[in-house]
């Protein structure tokens, strides 16, 4: 007897499985294929990022004069006992980062009025924006820490705290806010040249 032509015989299995045609054989192995591929992109693909927070603000600050100061900052700590040092407890670090400070106005607070020949420009107050460590420039010249009196990470974020606010003291005291002033009224002199002929006006920045 003449066997089924496009089939794949197999002898000595069960009886359905005697005859199989080609292309069912085919269509399992691709299904088992792509499967098999499926579940190995998702295994790879799956992880445990979770969003925690997003937010987006509309910023209206308009700075002015930026502030680069280099600060060195010294933190240590030591065991004592009825006022006297221990020996071999005291801990200090001795490191500096370079502190960027920037100055600015609200650009949403500026008011002005045009009279016959006078613009007056009521500023804000000029103010710090921002203040931010620059952590590549991070330098250490003294590493000196007991085992019997690590500084903790509190007293490591006071010393960073305190650092900034030495930072902005120091730009203030060297003319931070008076350059960020000065400097807002040439910015704001070149928005109205493009609005009004300035040879028939004459510009006045006051205070609000």
């Not at 069960?14 to 691709?30: D, H, S």
């Not at 499967?35 to 700075?63: H, M, Q, Y």
């Not at 607070?109 to 006078?118: L, P």
Request: net charge negative.
């Amino acid at each position: 007897m003449q066997e089924q032509s496009g089939a794949v015989k197999h002898r000595g299995g069960p009886g359905f499985l005697r005859y199989i045609p080609v292309k069912i054989i085919l269509t399992i192995a691709i299904l088992a294929a792509v499967f098999g591929a499926g579940v190995g992109v998702r295994s790879v693909l799956v992880s445990g990022n979770k969003l925690t927070r997003l937010g987006f603000e509309d910023i209206g600050e308009l700075a002015t004069q930026a502030a680069y100061c280099t600060e060195v900052n010294v933190t240590e700590g030591a065991r004592e006992l009825f006022g006297l040092t221990i020996p071999f407890t005291q801990s200090k670090y001795v490191y500096s980062y370079d502190v960027v400070i920037k100055a600015g106005l609200d650009f949403g607070d500026i008011d002005w009025t045009v009279g016959e020949d006078t613009i007056t420009v009521r500023l804000p107050e000029i103010r710090i924006l921002s203040s931010e460590i620059d952590l590549n420039s991070f330098r250490v010249y003294v590493e000196n820490e007991s085992i019997f009196r690590r500084i903790s990470l509190e007293e490591n974020n006071e010393a960073m705290k305190a650092l900034q606010a030495s930072a902005q003291e120091n730009a203030v005291a060297n003319g931070l806010l008076d350059n960020a002033r000065a400097n807002a009224e040439t910015i704001l002199t070149g928005f109205f040249a493009g609005e009004y002929d300035l040879s028939q006006y004459t510009l006045r920045f006051v205070d609000q």
